[in-house]
């Protein structure tokens, strides 16, 4: 029941969110603000990451493939649609569920503790709106980042292979352009969009009913993070099966 | 004035207010006291239009709130101003943006229209220098001025502070206590307060509501309040030592 009445509120939260908007003055530089906050401080991590795993990537597939009739370009090809495909936007999204989730469930979580959020629905603003649609317009941005992500992926696994020695600098590029199909970008794309608003308001969700103290902002944040993944890979699995089957 | 009549709310299925009556004058500190548990703060929550309530009626000169459209209701809200018992200064801004953040939200005033009113609020609560410090660097008593400056910022009707006083020390309290009471009368205000500080109850309870179990228990000022024959109010005031010592002398020195 606890479940129902959870995914019941969430809904109801993000209908409320749209509700008497903020003025546009005020809501722009909140929106800037989160742009700062959750895109532009999110960006060298993604890209750390990213260039890393790419490399990791390459380096797993091409000593796996021992077999001489199995040509070399294939480490390009499998690096680029496993950075396309599904590290870059949903591996990156549930790193993402810790870092940005968690900031946002503890400065929301904080706020009610410490009656911040009180002290704005006393003066009579729609605090979801107020909280929750800036943090949410800001991370519409978030496939930018991912295809940032994408971008390095491939270029960390091209380092790799060609500085381990895997195979030549020209069979990685044939690799990686070979059988290139435009639709997995799009569906990479609708996959972050999505996940971009799942990091957004579930997270918000947590922080902005959490109960009880200090210790309670911690929890929320742990609580969070678990259902954002789990959210996001359930997410996954039902639009991979919609689009690419 | 805000009128109060038959006030019930319950928290599943307990009654935590058992339907209060009373009225809060303009121009006046008007004080709700009673032990922790007593319902001070529900009834506070209440009238700020926190909480709903499931019976009795909460006028704002003559309007009532529970009958208002959402618009009215928010022009009400727009009339309030609140000090928190933690001060709930937003900690991401400034001291001045905080001040000013009202006025950004809810009028149409240029920058230095905005920074002048700050700046006026702020000399009024004696936070001359204080404009870009962060509520963190501000001590309790500074982030309790700070939260009565954001509160008259926007000239309202209303004031309410929930237990102004506490975290801090006796004479920052005082401080407080004098600021509120000289605010509601400079502005003709209908302030209301929620304590348990008898320093408080002496010094501006020109009206105060005494609250038991979620009943009102008795109602009178500062003037009456020691006079008072009340069981469940002289239970209350001499509680503590200093009280009872004070009583002693009051009664030795009448005989």
């Known amino acids: 029941m606890t479940y129902l009445h959870n995914i019941g509120a969430y809904f109801l939260m993000i209908a ?18 989160d742009v700062d906050d959750l895109i532009i401080g999110s960006l060298g991590i993604i890209a750390f990451i990213s260039f890393f795993v790419g490399g990791v990537i390459t380096i797993q597939t091409a000593l796996n493939i021992d077999n001489p009739l199995i040509p070399k370009y294939l480490v390009g090809f499998a690096t680029r649609q496993s950075v396309i495909l599904e590290f870059a936007p949903t591996f990156t999204s549930i790193i993402m569920a810790g870092k940005v989730g968690s900031f946002i469930t503890s400065s929301i979580g904080t706020m009610r503790v410490t009656e911040q959020i009180d002290a704005l629905e006393v003066m009579g603003i729609n605090s979801l709106n107020y909280l ?15 295809s940032i992500g994408m971008f390095l992926g491939i270029l960390g696994g091209m380092a790799a292979c060609v500085y381990g020695g895997f195979s030549s600098l020209e069979d990685y590029i044939y690799g990686i352009q070979t059988d290139f199909i435009p639709f997995h970008i799009t569906y990479a794309f609708i996959k972050t969009f999505v996940f971009a608003f799942v990091l957004a308001t579930i997270p918000a969700f947590h922080g902005y009913y959490m109960k009880g103290g200090a210790l309670e902002v911690g929890k929320a944040s742990t609580t969070s993070f678990v259902w954002t993944s789990v959210v996001i890979i359930l997410l996954n699995y039902f639009l991979t099966q919609m689009l690419l089957s | 004035m805000i009128e109060v009549k038959d006030l019930h709310k319950s928290f599943n299925g307990v009654e935590v207010l058992k339907g209060i009556s009373t009225t809060f004058e303009k121009g006046k500190t008007n004080l709700i006291i009673g032990q ?3 319902g001070k703060t529900v009834f506070l929550k209440c009238l700020l239009g926190l909480f709903d309530y499931e019976e009795g009626t909460i006028a704002y000169d003559g309007k009532i709130f529970s009958k208002l459209t959402e618009d009215e209701k928010r022009n009400v809200r ?27 939200m809810f009028t149409k005033q240029s920058k230095s229209e905005m920074q002048d009113r700050v700046d006026f609020v702020l000399n009024r609560v004696n936070l001359q220098d204080a404009h870009k410090k962060k509520p963190s660097e501000a001590s309790g008593g ?27 020390d006796p004479k920052t309290s005082i401080v407080i206590d004098d600021l509120i009471k000289e605010i509601t009368e400079e502005y003709n205000i209908t302030t209301v307060i929620n304590s348990h500080d008898m320093n408080s109850v002496m010094q501006i309870g020109e009206k105060i509501v005494f609250l038991k179990n979620g009943l009102k228990a008795w109602e009178g000022s500062n003037k009456t309040i020691f006079k008072t024959d009340n069981d469940v109010v002289t239970d209350f005031v001499y509680s503590s030592e200093l009280m009872k010592k004070v009583r002693q002398m009051y009664i030795e020195e009448r005989q």
């Open chain 1, 16 to 33: 409320e969110m749209f509700r008497k908007p903020t003025k546009w003055s005020v809501m722009k530089n909140l929106i800037l603000k």
């Open chain 1, 132 to 146: 929750v649609f800036p943090k949410t317009v800001a991370l519409m941005l978030y496939p930018f980042a991912i």
């Open chain 2, 36 to 38: 922790s548990g007593s």
């Open chain 2, 78 to 104: 727009g009339e309030i101003g609140m000090v928190f018992q933690g001060s709930a200064l937003f900690d991401s801004m400034t001291i001045a943006e905080n001040v000013m953040f009202p006025l950004r």
């Open chain 2, 142 to 168: 500074m982030q309790k001025r700070v939260a009565i400056a954001r509160a008259i910022v926007n000239n309202p009707k209303y004031l309410f502070c929930d237990e102004p006083n506490s975290g801090l």
